[in-house]
């Protein structure tokens, strides 16, 4: 008599009756209890390649940095600008820390929302670039302009969570963890402070739009983004804990914070260095007044509540970001010529020369790039068809090329 063959676990080898699932194969059996092992091996796995630098892919697994160290990195990529890289390094640790939490009394802490103030050039985008290099949540940036309200042409504010499913691959439990940064923010300020009798579209219309958006509400979103695919499926995310950055030059917001203080104080006693420091350097003094009277509403304040700035630059913040950061406009230079195999060599007095352009023109950080490829574009164009193994750059050079550019025509205001 042929003996009868029993069914088995092919892993453990646990027979039929001694498991509660057995799922058959083509060749062989699993038990519910190797699946489960199964399963936990791969996420170890999995977690391991995705905490891995080389992934690029942000995970559940928060990595809490503190305050110090967050800015300790900043530091590494954005020159000066302490004030608001503290005030940015204690928001994301607090961001960490409220993602942590494990909720078990009455006190449910609220984030803490940003909005930064500094004239163009001064290192607002750059500093929420620089931070989305050590976050290992889902980072996304994105432009208020391009918004209008629901039904006009342009794109919804929703839109903008479509950039942060796309950064952690359409995983939504992880976009619910990320944060945004929203650039030029004052581009939506309404067009008077008085609330407006028609429409304004593009302006207060997204403000109102951001609202429900940034203190915490479960959103319908477009997972391509935009208008374009009507007959996708939304997706459902909840913003409540996902924290907002807005940055915002602010342009002409300087006469309203003038306006609101006695900066030009009159006596005998009169301190003439702080007074001087404190007009230049007038952002310091930027609250939600200031703002309101710009062209932000006051529940769009409300719901911002942190607000920072940063200090226009001056020349030796200047001559430090043309050489000091990681990432300094002379190192990339010399890096594009390096691939060609030509040493690219400064004289001093070069970089003193491009920051008094710089200043001069008022363009900040920007400006400095400008300026530095109005210098080198020839040499850019002919040394690569020449065998040429030293290029260095003098004053008299410098200043030849500037000078025969088109950016020397520009009238400065």
Do not use: W
């Amino acid at each position: 008599m042929a003996k009868q063959h029993t069914l088995h676990c092919s892993f453990c080898g646990r027979n039929r009756d001694e498991v509660k699932i057995l799922i058959a194969g083509q060749d062989g059996h699993i038990c519910e209890s190797c699946v489960e092992h199964a399963q936990e091996i791969i996420a170890q796995e999995l977690g391991a390649y995705q905490d891995s630098p080389a992934s690029g892919i942000p995970t559940g697994k928060l990595t809490v940095k503190k305050p110090m160290e967050i800015k300790k990195f900043l530091d590494d990529y954005v020159i000066g600008q302490d004030d608001a890289k503290k005030i940015l390094a204690v928001a994301v640790y607090n961001h960490y820390k409220r993602l942590n939490q494990k909720i078990d009394n009455d006190v449910e802490i609220e984030k803490s929302n940003i909005i930064m103030v500094g004239e163009t050039g001064t290192g607002k985008t750059l500093l929420a670039k620089s931070i989305a290099r050590m976050l290992n949540v889902p980072f996304a940036i994105v432009d208020a302009t391009v918004f209008t309200e629901a039904g006009y042409v342009g794109e919804d504010v929703e839109s903008m969570l479509s950039r942060l499913l796309q950064a952690c691959n359409y995983d939504v439990a992880m976009a619910e963890k990320g944060i945004v940064f929203i650039d030029e923010i004052d581009k939506i300020g309404r067009k008077s402070d008085n609330p407006s009798i028609t429409r304004d579209v593009s302006g207060e219309g997204v403000q109102q739009g951001l609202l429900k958006l940034l203190e915490g509400t479960e959103v319908l979103v477009p997972p391509q983004g935009g208008r374009k695919h009507p007959e996708q499926k939304l997706v459902k995310v909840n913003t409540q804990n996902i924290l907002f950055i807005c940055g915002g030059a602010f342009a002409g917001i300087d006469k309203l914070i003038a306006r609101r203080i006695n900066t030009h104080a009159i006596g005998f006693n009169v301190n003439k260095a702080l007074q001087q420091y404190q007009e230049e350097n007038i952002l310091q003094f930027v609250n939600a007044q200031d703002m309101k009277a710009f062209g932000l509403i006051p529940e769009l304040l409300g719901r911002l509540p942190v607000i920072t700035y940063l200090n226009p630059l001056d020349a030796p913040t200047l001559r430090s970001i043309l050489t000091e950061p990681k990432n300094a406009l002379i190192k990339q230079f010399t890096r594009l010529f390096d691939i060609e195999g030509i040493e690219l060599r400064f004289e001093e007095g070069v970089f003193d020369f491009m920051v008094e352009k710089a200043l001069e023109y008022k363009l900040g950080a920007r400006g400095l790039r400008s300026i530095c490829e109005n210098i080198l574009t020839d040499a850019m164009y002919e040394l690569p068809s020449q065998k040429v193994k030293l290029f260095e750059v003098t004053v008299e050079y410098a200043n030849r090329k500037f000078n025969s550019s088109k950016m020397s025509m520009l009238k400065v205001a």
